[in-house]
C-alpha cells in the first residue's frame, strides 16, 4: 500500500484531540490515507517509552483511533525508545511489546519505531552483543515485528534510522556503512524513512530517491519536513509543497508530511501533499484549488463574509515555502531592492516611482489582511498567524517610511531615521545583543571584527 498523508511529528506543543480529528478529514478530503500520531513532546513516546498510557490517556487516544477507522484511514504510534534502550536487554524488548500489546487493545494495528535525533554512542553490553548500531537497532526492530505480526498479521511497521537524510552522510549515502547495514538486516516488509538530501530537503530527485533505495533496498517512505517550522518558531509556511515532482512516486512507498506547530496553518500544506501523491502535480494549480478550499475557515465573526481570496493569497505569499516568499512578494522585495540600489537616487523618474507605490501597495495590502485577521471567528486560525503578520506590518511599514525619506530627497549628509520617525518595533533584548555580535555578510556568513 502507497501511504501518504500527515505525522504529527515534530518538537514543540501537541495539537489537540480535536484537531488530530479534524486532520483526519483534511487528510481524506486531500485524497490521503494516513496519519501517524508521533508528537515529540508526548513523553510516552520518548522519555518514558517503557510505561503504558493511564486510563485517560487511552480513553483519548481511543477517541483517535475509533475516528481513523469510521474515516478508513490507516493510523500508526510513534514509539521512539532510543534514548535510553539498552538493544541487548531481553527486558526492554518485553517493554516495547507491553506497549504494543496496550495499542492493540485498542485497536492500534501500525507502528512507528524512531531512532532519530540521537546519539551515535552505545553502550558496552550492546557494542559486545550487535558490532554496531545499525545491527543493533535492526535487531530490536525486528523482534518488535516480529512480536507484532504474531498478534496482528497485517500490522504495518515503519522505521526511522539514525541516519535520515544524505546530510547525515555528507551526502555520500551508498558509502554510509549504517545504512547499507539497515538495508542488509531490517525485515524487508518494515518500511524506513528518509528525508532527501536534508532535514528540509528544497528538492528531492528521482535520481537521490533510486540511490537510496538501492542502498536500503526497498523503496523509502518519505518523511516530508517542507513545511515543518519546529526548527524556527519565528515562520510559518502557508504556501504548496515545492521541490517535488510526479517522477518521485515510482520510486517511494510514501508521502508523509511532517507540517507546521500551528494546525490551522496546515490546511495548504496538506491539500498540496495530496495533490503530489494523487499525481499529476501542478504547484500553481494545486495552490491555487487549496486556498479555494481553506477561504471557508477564513469567516469574519461580524458578518456573513470570509477574507479576501486576494488577502488569502497574500497571507500564503508572505508565508509561503522554506526557501522562498512567493512570487509577487519576491518580485516587489526585488523592486525595494533596485529602488534602494544607490546611496541617494533621483526619485524623480517615473520607474522610482511606479516601484515606490507598488511597495506602499504592499504595506497597504499587508494592514488591510492584518486588521481581516483579527475579526476571524476562527481564533486557532487568528492566532496561527498573528505574531509573523505582525511583524509584517511592522517592517513593511518601517521600509516605506524608509522610501518615503528617500523620496523626499535629503541632504547627502542626512540620516535616517530622524527623531520623530522612531518607530516602536526596533528589536532588542538577548538575542538582538547576539545578532550584532555576529556580523553577517550577504551569504550569510560570520565576520568576526570586520
Given at each position: 500500500m502507497f501511504l501518504s498523508g500527515v505525522i504529527e511529528g515534530f518538537y514543540g506543543r501537541a495539537w489537540s484531540g480535536a484537531q488530530r480529528v479534524e486532520m483526519l478529514d483534511w487528510i481524506g478530503a486531500a485524497g490521503m490515507n494516513t496519519f501517524v500520531y508521533g508528537p515529540k513532546d508526548d513523553i510516552k513516546i520518548r522519555a518514558r517509552w517503557r510505561e503504558t498510557y493511564t486510563a485517560a490517556e487511552a480513553a483519548e487516544l481511543q477517541k483517535l483511533v475509533d475516528a481513523a477507522a469510521v474515516r478508513k484511514q490507516q493510523f500508526f504510534v510513534a514509539i521512539a525508545p532510543s534514548l535510553d534502550v539498552v538493544y541487548s536487554d531481553a527486558s526492554d524488548v518485553d517493554a516495547l511489546a507491553r506497549r504494543i500489546d496496550q495499542l492493540l487493545g485498542l485497536g492500534v494495528r501500525h507502528y512507528v519505531l524512531l531512532f532519530d535525533d540521537i546519539p551515535r554512542t552505545m553502550r558496552d553490553e550492546d557494542v559486545a552483543a550487535f558490532g554496531t548500531l545499525a545491527a543493533a537497532q535492526a535487531a530490536f526492530a525486528n523482534a518488535a515485528f516480529r512480536y507484532l505480526r504474531s498478534k496482528a498479521p497485517d500490522g504495518?511497521?515503519?522505521?526511522?534510522?539514525?541516519?535520515?537524510?544524505?546530510?547525515?552522510?555528507?551526502?555520500?549515502?551508498?558509502?554510509?556503512?549504517?545504512?547499507?547495514?539497515?538495508?542488509?538486516?531490517?525485515?524487508?516488509?518494515?518500511?524506513?524513512?528518509?528525508?532527501?538530501?536534508?532535514?528540509?530537503?528544497?528538492?528531492?530527485?528521482?535520481?537521490?530517491?533510486?540511490?537510496?533505495?538501492?542502498?536500503?533496498?526497498?523503496?523509502?517512505?518519505?518523511?516530508?519536513?517542507?513545511?515543518?517550522?519546529?526548527?524556527?518558531?519565528?515562520?510559518?509556511?502557508?504556501?504548496?509543497?515545492?521541490?517535488?515532482?510526479?517522477?518521485?512516486?515510482?520510486?517511494?512507498?510514501?508521502?508523509?508530511?511532517?507540517?507546521?506547530?500551528?494546525?490551522?496553518?496546515?490546511?495548504?500544506?496538506?491539500?498540496?501533499?495530496?495533490?503530489?501523491?494523487?499525481?499529476?502535480?501542478?504547484?500553481?494549480?494545486?495552490?491555487?484549488?487549496?486556498?479555494?478550499?481553506?477561504?471557508?475557515?477564513?469567516?469574519?465573526?461580524?458578518?456573513?463574509?470570509?477574507?479576501?481570496?486576494?488577502?488569502?493569497?497574500?497571507?500564503?505569499?508572505?508565508?509561503?515555502?522554506?526557501?522562498?516568499?512567493?512570487?509577487e512578494v519576491e518580485g516587489l522585495l526585488a523592486t525595494a531592492k533596485g529602488l534602494m540600489a544607490e546611496h541617494r537616487p533621483d526619485t524623480r523618474r517615473p520607474e522610482w516611482q511606479a516601484g515606490y507605490a507598488a511597495i506602499v501597495g504592499l504595506r497597504d495590502r499587508i494592514r488591510a489582511l492584518f486588521e481581516q485577521m483579527t475579526e476571524l471567528e476562527n481564533r486557532d486560525l487568528f492566532y496561527a498567524f498573528n505574531q509573523y503578520l505582525w511583524e509584517a506590518r511592522e517592517e513593511v511599514t518601517h521600509l516605506v517610511a524608509y522610501l518615503g525619506w528617500l523620496n523626499e530627497r535629503p541632504a547627502a549628509d542626512a540620516l535616517f531615521p530622524a527623531k520623530q520617525r522612531v518607530y516602536n518595533f526596533y528589536r532588542h533584548g538577548f538575542t538582538v545583543g547576539v545578532q550584532e555580535l555576529l556580523k553577517r555578510d550577504a551569504e550569510g556568513r560570520f565576520h568576526h571584527g570586520a
Open positions: 504495518m511497521m515503519l522505521f526511522c534510522p539514525t541516519e535520515y537524510c544524505a546530510a547525515f552522510v555528507g551526502h555520500d549515502v551508498a558509502g554510509s556503512g549504517y545504512l547499507q547495514e539497515i538495508g542488509q538486516k531490517l525485515a524487508p516488509e518494515i518500511g524506513v524513512f528518509w528525508t532527501g538530501p536534508d532535514i528540509v530537503s528544497e528538492t528531492i530527485s528521482a535520481d537521490s530517491l533510486r540511490e537510496i533505495g538501492g542502498v536500503l533496498r526497498r523503496k523509502p517512505v518519505i518523511w516530508d519536513n517542507f513545511h515543518a517550522n519546529d526548527y524556527d518558531i519565528r515562520r510559518v509556511y502557508a504556501g504548496p509543497l515545492g521541490g517535488r515532482g510526479d517522477d518521485i512516486l515510482p520510486l517511494i512507498d510514501g508521502l508523509i508530511t511532517n507540517p507546521n506547530n500551528e494546525f490551522e496553518a496546515n490546511f495548504v500544506a496538506v491539500r498540496t501533499t495530496g495533490a503530489l501523491a494523487g499525481g499529476g502535480y501542478d504547484e500553481a494549480a494545486a495552490l491555487s484549488e487549496a486556498l479555494g478550499a481553506w477561504r471557508e475557515r477564513f469567516r469574519l465573526a461580524s458578518s456573513n463574509a470570509t477574507v479576501s481570496e486576494e488577502h488569502i493569497r497574500l497571507l500564503a505569499e508572505l508565508c509561503y515555502q522554506p526557501f522562498r516568499c512567493g512570487p
